[in-house]
């Protein structure tokens, strides 16, 4: 058993180590095109001058994109809706970084970057830009792009108190330097094992964001008086909020809403959008993909978005068929019969979209609880591993979510390089009796009607809280589990928290079991969040210990000492070694089993209107690997006949 | 104007007005008859509030049947539902539900059921009406997302919409009554000084003070404190409407006549308000308070749709529209939306009990 | 006259004002702030901040300061400047963000308050004329069923049988086309093709009441001796109820107008909420679920000031309407 | 129908439905209204006189219905038309109403809109029926203001009711009336609600303009004075039916039916004596529910035969006068050959000399301060009572006269202690010492209140309707030094006091909604007695009530004060019913006294020129052909808010001299020691009540 999963890691490794070269390659086949189509909304530009041809316009190695169907027709208006503030959903469009996900997750490939190389020893990254790639204004982007950024946005105190930790190794900043004109390197004195994954997610956007030429004017160090002027002219007077309000770095939404600002995106705005009812973004005539047919990409002239914060009017649009792709949050289970219900009428069709996480929601213990019998019992593996079997996860599926999934345990999903199935299936079968003996190995002693009690004498009960406004399945959810765990004598109380409440409940150090995400479980994704896999996230004790070396906090026991010095290993290393590292860290958690799981999330789907062509299936949801945005947008089309 | 007994006293001649009056009169029945169904929802209910049966997420209502054959063919008399075949579809997301004329759950009176404690006091297992086997389930309402039955869980929140209502009233109206008599019994700046609070309070839109307060509960509160809390946010803006009729009723009824004699008669304030005030208004108050009630339960439900009501397993009318409270609810298990009658039904009643009330009020009035 | 506007408004401004505290501070009681919120919104899609990053927006968006100082910069601000602060949930600034959108909160109310009065009045009037008659039963009985069906599942039914049975296009006032169209006849045709449901769940509950109340005044006045006096005067009885009770029963609804319209105004959120509507009412309840201080307060006191108003101009109304009040008003004796 | 009747109305009955029964309202009245002459319909309240005057108008309401007889009635064009047979809203029934018939009502200031100005009500009345411009109609109802004796009638087109004095709102009223020259006018009740100067104003004016536009009025009043003043022929009802009806001279002189002549003895009035003691009419007139059998006025009919009287119904029995009843066959009594009525029937015997002092009030103001203004800082000073002073003897009645407005009841109820004064000092003998009863803490107040007793004058609203009797009049015996705490010792009081007022003390368990208005008033003055008080205040105690109640009322006032040597302060607007009642009489003006006198003095020779214009308009009723017209008082009282420089009766006096403009006058003792505030008090010879009624008391 252990041998063979390290025979996986180690297959794995070979593949991610020749990934460097695998990009080069897919760079050269570019060059088959002598020239290139465009759409026909540009042509009138380009024929009076305003713009140049598109040959001038693509890159000299433009990325091929594969198309998920076929060849693709230009125009149309791909209609989505938002729900208004806090524009994670900007990721449909935004999601353009140096290096990026493939479409399925399981590796990392060429964007901005078509190439580049990595040291043995991990400390330095090389990424090669390609020549003649241009801004959205037409100026060419070049690596001192990169560097302007790293320089006067990211460790702009200025700006931000320090830069994100990816770019931080053992309190290193990292060196980022401009080799050539399309050749930019990032360099640590230590490894940096996790650089590329950390690029190709979310926070990875940042780096190819910010146009030196544009952006120069913004900063107070590089134009002092053209700033005051700017800040006086909007009448701020602190320079953070209005970089902020007016420029914006990563997570403001700021950073999309001015037309001028250059973009390597698919689609840019014509003028301001934030706050308005409904917008529309234009096509980037210096966009930097191709298709195999060298046509400029992307084939969608319009992308618009209407506004509809409540879920429900979100639904009613995406049922009336406005909308080409229903938003994940109303993409669940549940509303699938009012999707099918509404299917003809809406003209769409479910494409399924795999979630990246690793289970639907975990148990997590705080083996450090204030309240040490308490914690003396969660310490206690038993007792996790009665409760898992207590749990009739089949009936939870059947009842909870439509009989999608399987019994799971927190573990990484079935197609990920790091799939074991003692991990993912051990302690799920329903089992009562097994259950109780297990608890009675930790807490024998029970009343008249069958609860377990503590030393005292006091019923022995756990406290889950639930918020509802996140995941109010999850409420349905716990009513069932609190009826299996008080059927084996182990009293349950479930609090129902908000949005609002639950805020005042993070992070107090009395909270009793948790019940949260277990996401990151698809590809290589567990890589970067094995923190995820330990105790309670708010349990800092043991971490505090091992953080600071033993001035602070709890000593943990030797097994989970030693997992967390594996956490801390496995971004320092890198290729085969990394594997070899994960693949110790998961076995003793595997062993150790800190957290219990419920089911593997299965039976997600998107409803995506008949016109809109393209969409790979199955799709994939997720954070770090910010799903659905790596589907390739720019290849999708909508048919002829309605656009 | 001559008045059939002349020992009648006041209330006496209210309620004969009262009877008068159509329907204020079946308000009244059917306000008794849903605070009845909320003092005994336990027995009432076919099943508890929180069993739930996997098999029947979404099980639509039944139809009560009354014969069935027995072995030689005859039609016998026996009350019954039909049970299901159910069939997941994943396609369609849905569950299918075709009734099994083999599958008869014969239903009978006062029969075995889940247990619970009658008013915390007694423990019980019977129910009024049910299936006969205890393990056999019955959806007059149908089902909801997780098999329980609506029905049941319709009848067991009548008692917290019921009373959150009339607990909520009660509150409103000791503050009402104690700010609006303070501010109508010594006018002045006193009285200005409310009149001004009253005011901005009025004019304050509601939602940001519900939202607000709401909050503010804290979240490890036990369901029973939570409720009480709701009531009291609830009350918080209802205070004021009430107090202004008070205020008004004593400032009108401070320079009557009979006032001023019991001033007169040598009686002290807190006597002349108790005494004499209070009853000359009494009638008129439980009208109004009879007309707050249905705002207090429709005001529940919207706190509920804001998500910042009472929360699961508590279950109250306004906990089960917002569970229905979805599109797909309408479009594929409207039968969620039952409890919303009986909001309808308790407004109703509840207001039409205020309107004969309120014209029952004065019994000089012709 | 002048000194009774002048002495109204500034009573006005007093109570916005002290609205405005107390509206600050209810929305700064639940726990957490505007940065815990996003920290939490992030987390649930499996965004993690770093603890320097949560520092920063904290200090950006100005959460380091006191309650106090918060409002003081605010309250300041708008006063010196007339600036009301910034959204920190859409990134820009207040004003923007309420200009357009309490325009439709306006317009919707008033809608909603003329299609209570078109309904009600003659509904009322009826009823207290024809008193008992089946017409008064069934007005009566139609009337409380709005009442008692709460406003949010009225919305929702009407909302799906809009788009399922007539394929009407979901949320908003305006069609796709118009919604950043200049304003136009089209435009306003459009706007009311799509009010017809806001203004149908918003007006019921008030309706009822409405008529409730039209006819219980009316009631009273029919049987005063002007309306004696009149019918002696040979006047048909139409012309008579309308020249004579139905302008005075209307005095007291006149002076609950203000209740009516902070109704509506509160009514407003949930009915824009489950319709989708860009009105003021759901950027409330977003702001203050997230704590976007600045927009929330600004909302508060934007709305609270309309209802201000629209006490003022119940009075106006009811000054145009009884020349006692006008009087009175004259003569310097009302508040 | 005779030619020179315009209306006749023929045998009519009405009924009403309320709350499913039938409630027969009119039964078989029948009257003639001649052209050109006033008929007055006469009775207690509840006796069908509005009801009458409605149908004929066919404005009744949708719950009533005529059940049988005619109303006759010549339109302009000659048609004869019979109204009773007509619907209410029928065109030709609308087009005669309120064009050829046209009413006014009692109380203007309900009767109006207060939402439109008089001229719109008024042009409204003419454009109803004729089709003339709104300027053509705006220029006649000026010309009708003016005629109606409205000052200033193009400013006054545009005020509202409520800016005019009651006067001026009674002649828009009546000028409304006569916009389409109405043939007939219904006046119900048009000068009960007035002043009696205004009444006498009043009055004059609907004389003139009878002459003036030839119509025929029908006068419905309850108040034999005013019919004497102004009736060709009388019409008196009593529970829906016509008991009596003639011409006005025979209905006084020779009254036939015992109802009218009871009516007319009930009527206080001065009589150069003012000893009297009232002939009541027992009981009340019952409910229409319980219509007695055979002759309605039987039930209280000092002559009812009961073998004849209960059991069938009158005929009409025609003669000087028509009456409905059985006397003249049963026999008549001898006191109803005499010519005149007999208004007294037994002497006041006063108890012993009045020496001590029971009641001081010195220098008594007391002014309301209202705030207006911007920022309130404006104040308003509402002068209700300027420096009263008087007092009063022990066993004695002081009667407190005074148009409404003038300070009265508020100085009453100061003295009462309901308002603390806001100036001078009230002292009250208690134990033989007099002590200062205003400005007491609440405690001693308390204390005092015993001695001091209020009787409201709204027998209604005066009592609690939650508390039973035995509650209402034992409350004062719960507090105070003198509370009695044994319940047996409580309940003797009051069943004792409750007999003493004539109430059954069986009956003091029942609510007050239980009891007529004139048993609710006994209540009230048990309640006052309840502690043995030396004082009582009496706050126009009688003017609610019918003119057979009223008497029963001032009777048991004058038999109280004579058992138990209670101290009145009487406070009324009516002369009539304080000649009745006082020793002494106090005028009131605009919160000063302006004479204080005894009774007799003061009737027969006023010092005070106010006091001269009030007597001038007292009516009695009696009828006097040719009576000398004294010019009525015109204008009205000064603002309290603003009251003018020097005498505020100046404006209005006959004699004021330029000083009077400047000084106020204060109350001082003339020549003659008598105490008047004027300044020309030694120069004037005033006339009182000289007329002598040719039915000589006996």
Same mark, same amino acid.
């Given at each position: 058993m252990k041998k063979s999963l390290f025979n996986k890691f180690f297959r794995f490794s070979i593949i991610t180590g020749v990934l460097g070269f695998t990009a080069l390659s897919n760079s050269a086949q570019a060059q088959s095109c002598s020239s290139y189509n465009e759409a026909p909304m540009l042509a009138s530009a380009v024929a009076s001058g305003a713009l140049p041809a598109v040959g001038d316009r693509v890159p000299e190695e433009p990325l091929v994109v594969e198309v998920a169907e076929q060849i693709g027709v230009y125009g149309g208006t791909m209609v989505d809706t938002t729900g208004g503030n806090r524009l994670a959903e900007f990721r449909h469009f935004g999601y353009e970084p140096l290096v990026r996900w493939s479409v399925d997750g399981s590796e990392i490939v060429p964007n901005v970057a078509k190439s580049w190389q990595i040291s043995d020893d991990a400390t330095t990254y090389t990424f090669q830009l390609r020549k003649g790639m241009k801004w959205s204004d037409g100026e060419e982007f070049t690596a001192d792009d990169i560097v302007f950024w790293w320089t006067y946005v990211e460790s702009n105190k200025d700006i931000q108190s320090k830069p994100r930790g990816y770019m931080v190794v053992k309190g290193e900043q990292a060196t980022v330097k401009a080799v050539d004109k399309h050749t930019v390197q990032f360099s640590w004195s230590n490894p940096n094992g996790l650089l590329l994954e950390n690029l190709a997610s979310p926070y990875g956007v940042r780096v190819v964001q910010f146009a030196e030429h544009y952006h120069r004017q913004f900063i107070k160090g590089l134009n002092p008086d053209g700033v005051a002027k700017l800040m006086a002219a909007d009448g701020s007077t602190d320079y953070t909020q209005w970089w902020n309000a007016t420029v914006g770095s990563y997570?403001?939404?700021?950073?999309?809403?001015?037309?001028?600002?250059?973009?390597?995106?698919? &689609?840019?705005?014509?003028?301001?959008?934030?706050?308005?009812?409904?917008?529309?973004?234009?096509?980037?005539?210096?966009?930097?993909?191709?298709?195999?047919?060298?046509?400029?990409?992307?084939?969608?002239?319009?992308?618009? &978005?209407?506004?509809?914060?409540?879920?429900?009017?979100?639904?009613?649009?995406?049922?009336?068929?406005?909308?080409?792709?229903?938003?994940?949050n109303i993409s669940t289970p549940a509303n699938r019969s009012v999707f099918f219900e509404n299917m003809k009428q809406g003209d769409y069709r479910f494409v399924a979209a795999d979630s990246a996480d690793m289970n639907v929601a975990n148990?997590?213990?705080?083996?450090?609880?204030?309240?040490?019998?308490?914690?003396?019992?969660?310490?206690?593996?038993?007792?996790?591993?009665?409760?898992?079997?207590?749990?009739?996860?089949?009936?939870?599926?059947?009842?909870?979510?439509?009989?999608?999934?399987?019994?799971?345990?927190?573990?990484?999903?079935?197609?990920?390089?790091?799939?074991?199935?003692?991990?993912?299936?051990?302690?799920?079968?329903?089992?009562?009796?097994?259950?109780?003996?297990?608890?009675?190995?930790?807490?024998?002693?029970?009343?008249?009607?069958?609860?377990?009690?503590?030393?005292?004498?006091?019923r022995f009960v756990v406290v889950i809280a639930v918020n509802k406004d996140f995941k109010s399945d999850w409420v349905d959810m716990m009513e069932l589990i609190k009826g299996y765990w008080e059927a084996v004598g182990v009293e349950t109380v479930i609090e129902v928290l908000s949005d609002a409440t639950s805020i005042s409940r993070r992070g107090a150090a009395d909270n009793d079991i948790g019940l949260w995400l277990s996401e990151n479980g698809a590809g290589r994704l567990p890589l970067l969040a094995p923190n995820d896999l330990l105790g309670a996230d708010n349990d800092l004790d043991w971490k505090k210990y091992h953080v600071t070396g033993g001035k602070e906090g709890v000593e943990p026991p030797a097994n989970v000492k030693r997992m967390l010095e594996l956490i801390d290993q496995i971004p320092l290393v890198a290729g085969a070694k990394q594997d070899a590292v994960m693949g110790e860290f998961l076995e003793l958690v595997t062993d150790n089993f800190p957290r219990i799981g419920i089911a593997l999330p299965a039976g997600n789907y998107r409803a995506v209107s008949n016109r809109l062509r393209n969409v790979p299936e199955p799709l994939m949801e997720g954070w770090m690997y910010p799903g659905i945005s790596p589907a390739n947008f720019s290849t999708f089309y909508i048919t002829k006949d309605k656009q | 104007m001559s008045f059939s007994a002349e020992n009648a006293s006041y209330g006496t001649l209210i309620w004969r007005r009262f009877r008068r009056h159509r329907l204020g009169f079946l308000g009244f029945l059917f306000t008794i008859f849903i605070y009845l169904v909320a003092a005994f929802t336990e027995f009432l209910a076919p099943h508890s509030q929180s069993t739930y049966k996997a098999r029947d997420v979404y099980a639509p209502p039944q139809s009560l049947r009354f014969f069935v054959q027995d072995r030689s063919g005859q039609e016998i008399f026996q009350l019954h539902v039909l049970g299901y075949r159910s069939k997941v579809d994943y396609d369609s997301g849905k569950r299918t539900f075709v009734e099994d004329p083999r599958k008869i759950i014969p239903l009978g009176f006062w029969v075995r059921g889940d247990k619970y404690d009658l008013w915390g006091l007694v423990e019980f297992d019977r129910h009024l009406f049910g299936p006969i086997k205890k393990s056999d389930r019955v959806y007059f309402f149908g089902a909801d997302r997780l098999g329980r039955d609506v029905l049941s869980r319709t009848i067991h929140a009548t008692r917290v919409s019921m009373t959150i209502g009339l607990v909520g009233v009660a509150l409103s109206l000791i503050l009402g009554i104690m700010i609006g008599g303070i501010s109508g019994f010594f006018g002045g700046f006193i009285d200005l000084g409310i009149q001004r609070m009253i005011e901005i309070l009025q004019s304050i839109p509601s939602i940001p003070l519900w939202i607000g307060l709401a909050a503010a509960i804290p979240p490890t509160a036990p369901p029973i404190q939570t409720y009480f809390l709701i009531t009291i946010i609830l009350s918080i803006i209802g205070w004021t409407g009430l107090a202004r009729v008070v205020r008004g009723r004593f400032m009108a009824l401070k320079d009557e006549d009979f006032i001023k004699a019991a001033r007169l008669d040598g009686n002290r304030p807190m006597r002349i308000i108790f005494k004499y005030m209070l009853p000359n208004f009494l009638s008129h108050i439980i009208a109004v308070v009879t007309l707050a009630i249905p705002g207090m339960i429709i005001a529940e439900t919207s706190l509920s749709f804001l998500g910042i009501g009472l929360r699961q397993p508590v279950v109250s009318w306004g906990v089960l529209l917002q569970e229905a409270q979805n599109l797909k609810s309408i479009s594929t298990a409207p039968w969620l939306f039952l409890p919303g009658f009986a909001v309808v039904l308790a407004v109703l009643s509840l207001n039409f009990l205020g309107d004969g009330l309120r014209d029952a009020g004065d019994p000089y009035e012709t | 006259?002048?000194?009774?506007?002048?002495?109204?408004?500034?009573?006005?401004?007093?109570?916005?004002?002290?609205?405005?505290?107390?509206?600050?501070?209810?929305?700064?009681?639940?726990?957490?702030?505007?940065?815990?919120?996003?920290?939490?919104? $992030?987390?649930?899609?499996?965004?993690?901040?770093?603890?320097?990053?949560?520092?920063?927006?904290?200090?950006?968006?100005?959460?380091?300061?006191? $309650?106090?100082?918060?409002?003081?910069?605010?309250?300041?601000?708008?006063?010196?400047?007339?600036?009301?602060?910034?959204?920190?949930?859409?990134?820009?600034?207040?004003?923007?963000?309420?200009?357009?959108?309490?325009?439709?909160?306006?317009?919707?109310?008033?809608?909603?308050?003329?299609?209570?009065?078109?309904?009600?009045?003659?509904?009322?009037?009826?009823?207290?004329?024809?008193?008992?008659?089946l017409g008064d039963y069934a007005a009566t009985f139609v009337g409380f069923v709005g009442l008692a069906v709460p406003n949010f599942l009225l919305a929702l039914v009407l909302l799906y049988i809009s788009f399922r049975y007539f394929g009407q296009s979901v949320g908003g006032l305006f069609s796709p086309e118009y919604i950043n169209a200049p304003w136009s006849f089209d435009k306003f045709l459009d706007l009311l093709s799509h009010l017809w449901i806001p203004t149908i769940v918003l007006g019921t509950a008030g309706t009822a009441e409405v008529i409730r109340k039209i006819r219980a005044n009316l009631l009273d006045e029919l049987h005063r001796p002007y309306v004696l006096t009149a019918r002696a005067k040979g006047l048909t009885e139409l012309n008579l109820v309308i020249k004579y009770p139905v302008r005075h029963s209307l005095n007291p609804f006149v002076s609950d107008l203000n209740d009516l319209f902070v109704k509506i105004i509160s009514g407003e959120t949930i009915v824009a909420v489950v319709l989708g509507l860009q009105t003021t009412g759901p950027l409330l309840l977003q702001a203050l679920k997230e704590e976007d201080l600045y927009l929330a307060s600004s909302l508060i006191m934007f709305l609270s000031f309309l209802a201000v108003l629209g006490t003022l101009f119940s009075d106006l109304c009811l000054m145009l309407l009884d020349p006692r009040i006008r009087r009175q008003a004259r003569e310097g004796e009302m508040m | 129908m005779r030619p020179d009747l315009l209306m006749s109305v023929q045998g009519l009955s009405v009924s009403f439905w309320e709350e499913k029964r039938r409630l027969q309202a009119l039964k078989e009245v029948s009257f003639d209204i001649p052209k050109s002459k006033t008929v007055c319909l006469v009775g207690e309240s509840g006796c069908g006189k509005s009801v009458t005057a409605r149908t004929l108008l066919g404005i009744t309401g949708a719950n009533s219905k005529i059940d049988q007889g005619t109303i006759h009635y010549t339109d302009p064009s000659g048609t004869l038309l019979d109204i009773a047979g007509l619907k209410p809203d029928s065109r030709v029934l609308r087009r005669l109403r309120g064009n050829d018939a046209t009413m006014i009502f009692q109380e203007p200031m309900t009767a109006l809109s207060s939402f439109y100005t008089i001229g719109n009500q008024i042009v409204e =009345?003419?454009?109803?029926?004729?089709?003339?411009?709104?300027?053509?109609a705006r220029a006649r109802a000026i010309e009708v203001l003016e005629a109606v004796g409205m000052p200033d009638p193009q400013t006054q087109m545009e005020s509202y009711t409520f800016e005019l004095s009651g006067g001026q709102r009674q002649r828009a009223m009546i000028a409304m009336a006569l916009m389409t020259h109405p043939r007939l006018l219904i006046a119900d009740e048009p000068t009960t609600a007035l002043d009696v100067t205004t009444q006498a104003v009043i009055l004059d004016l609907m004389r003139t303009i009878q002459k003036k536009f030839e119509m025929s009025i029908l006068f419905i009043t309850h108040d034999l004075g005013v019919v004497s003043e102004i009736a060709d022929e009388v019409v008196v009802m009593y529970l829906g039916e016509v008991v009596e009806s003639g011409p006005v001279e025979q209905i006084f002189s020779n009254p036939r039916h015992p109802y009218t002549r009871a009516l007319i003895s009930a009527a206080p009035h001065y009589a150069g004596n003012q000893e009297t003691r009232l002939p009541v009419i027992p009981g009340i007139v019952p409910s229409l529910f319980e219509r007695p059998t055979g002759c309605a006025f039987s039930t209280r009919c000092q002559h009812t035969k009961s073998e004849l009287c209960n059991k069938d119904r009158p005929p009409i029995n025609l003669g000087s006068t028509n009456v409905r009843c059985f006397l003249e066959r049963a026999g008549v009594p001898e006191?109803?050959?005499?010519?005149?009525?007999?208004?007294?029937?037994?002497?006041?015997?006063?108890?012993?000399?009045?020496?001590?002092?029971?009641?001081?009030?010195?220098?008594?103001?007391?002014?309301? #301060?209202?705030?207006?203004?911007?920022?309130?800082?404006?104040?308003?000073?509402?002068?209700?009572?300027?420096? #009263?002073?008087?007092?009063?003897?022990?066993?004695?009645?002081?009667?407190?006269?005074?148009?409404?407005?003038?300070?009265?009841?508020?100085?009453?109820?100061?003295? =009462?202690?309901?308002?603390?004064?806001?100036?001078?000092?009230?002292?009250? =003998?208690?134990?033989?010492?007099?002590?200062?009863?205003?400005?007491?803490?609440?405690?001693?107040?308390?204390?005092?209140?015993?001695?001091?007793?209020?009787?409201?004058?709204?027998?209604? =609203?005066?009592?609690?309707?939650?508390?039973?009797?035995?509650?209402?009049?034992?409350?004062?015996?719960?507090?105070?030094?003198?509370?009695?705490?044994?319940r047996r010792l409580q309940q003797e009081r009051v069943y004792e006091v409750l007999e003493r007022v004539g109430l059954d003390p069986a009956q003091s368990d029942r609510y007050p909604h239980a009891f007529s208005g004139g048993q609710r008033q006994r209540i009230g003055i048990a309640r006052a007695l309840a502690p043995k008080p030396k004082i009582v205040i009496a706050d126009e105690p009688v003017s609610a009530l019918d003119v057979s109640v009223q008497a029963q009322i001032l009777n048991l006032f004058q038999d109280l004060q004579r058992d138990l040597g209670l101290t009145y302060l009487f406070v009324s607007h009516d002369l009539n019913v304080v000649s009745n009642i006082s020793d002494r009489v106090a005028v009131m003006y605009a919160g000063r006294i302006v004479e204080i006198a005894p009774t007799a003095e003061i009737y027969s020779s006023p010092r005070h020129p106010y006091t001269a214009a009030l007597l001038s308009a007292v009516l009695t009723p009696e009828y006097t052909p040719n009576k000398s017209r004294i010019e009525p008082l015109q204008g009205h009282p000064p603002n309290p808010a603003n009251l003018p420089p020097g005498c505020s009766f100046a404006s209005r006096c006959a004699f004021a001299s330029s000083n009077c403009h400047q000084n106020s006058p204060t109350l001082e003792f003339d020549d003659e020691g008598r105490l008047v505030a004027c300044h020309r008090k030694n120069e004037l010879t005033l006339s009182g009540i000289t007329r002598v009624s040719g039915n000589e008391v006996a």
């Open positions: 997570g403001k939404q700021s950073e999309y809403n001015n037309p001028a600002r250059p973009s390597v995106h698919g &689609w840019i705005p014509k003028e301001p959008f934030l706050g308005k009812e409904q917008f529309k973004f234009e096509r980037n005539p210096y966009y930097f993909k191709v298709d195999k047919a060298c046509n400029q990409l992307p084939y969608i002239d319009y992308r618009q &978005w209407v506004l509809a914060a409540d879920t429900e009017i979100q639904l009613a649009k995406s049922l009336t068929g406005e909308v080409d792709i229903s938003r994940v148990f997590q213990f705080p083996e450090n609880h204030p309240d040490t019998f308490r914690a003396s019992v969660y310490r206690d593996k038993n007792f996790r591993v009665g409760l898992s079997h207590a749990i009739d996860r089949e009936e939870l599926i059947d009842v909870v979510f439509l009989g999608q999934g399987e019994p799971y345990q927190v573990a990484p999903r079935p197609r990920s390089p790091f799939y074991s199935e003692k991990m993912a299936k051990q302690y799920t079968e329903y089992d009562p009796e097994l259950a109780s003996e297990y608890l009675d190995k930790v807490l024998s002693k029970k009343d008249s009607d069958g609860f377990r009690l503590r030393p005292n004498g006091d | - | 006259m002048l000194s009774f506007l002048v002495r109204r408004l500034s009573l006005m401004m007093i109570t916005v004002f002290v609205i405005t505290v107390v509206s600050f501070f209810i929305i700064i009681l639940p726990p957490g702030d505007f940065v815990d919120r996003i920290v939490l919104e $992030a987390n649930q899609y499996g965004e993690v901040f770093e603890e320097h990053e949560i520092a920063d927006l904290r200090r950006m968006y100005g959460l380091d300061q006191s $309650a106090f100082e918060q409002y003081l910069i605010w309250m300041g601000n708008i006063l010196f400047r007339g600036d009301f602060g910034y959204s920190f949930g859409w990134d820009v600034p207040v004003s923007e963000l309420i200009s357009q959108r309490l325009g439709l909160t306006t317009t919707l109310s008033i809608v909603t308050l003329m299609f209570i009065w078109i309904v009600a009045i003659p509904i009322g009037i009826y009823s207290a004329v024809r008193k008992y008659s | =009345a003419l454009r109803q029926h004729e089709r003339v411009t709104k300027n053509q006191e109803f050959k005499k010519k005149g009525v007999t208004t007294v029937s037994d002497k006041r015997k006063k108890t012993e000399s009045l020496a001590n002092v029971a009641l001081q009030v010195e220098s008594v103001s007391r002014q309301f #301060v209202k705030r207006t203004g911007l920022i309130r800082r404006k104040e308003k000073t509402i002068r209700a009572v300027t420096e #009263v002073s008087l007092e009063i003897k022990e066993g004695e009645t002081l009667g407190l006269v005074g148009e409404s407005g003038c300070g009265k009841t508020t100085l009453g109820q100061t003295i =009462a202690g309901l308002i603390d004064p806001s100036d001078g000092k009230i002292r009250l =003998a208690i134990g033989g010492q007099m002590r200062e009863i205003s400005n007491l803490s609440e405690q001693e107040r308390r204390n005092a209140w015993q001695h001091i007793r209020f009787v409201f004058q709204d027998p209604f =609203a005066s009592l609690n309707p939650r508390m039973t009797v035995f509650e209402i009049v034992s409350e004062s015996l719960r507090n105070g030094p003198s509370r009695i705490e044994d």
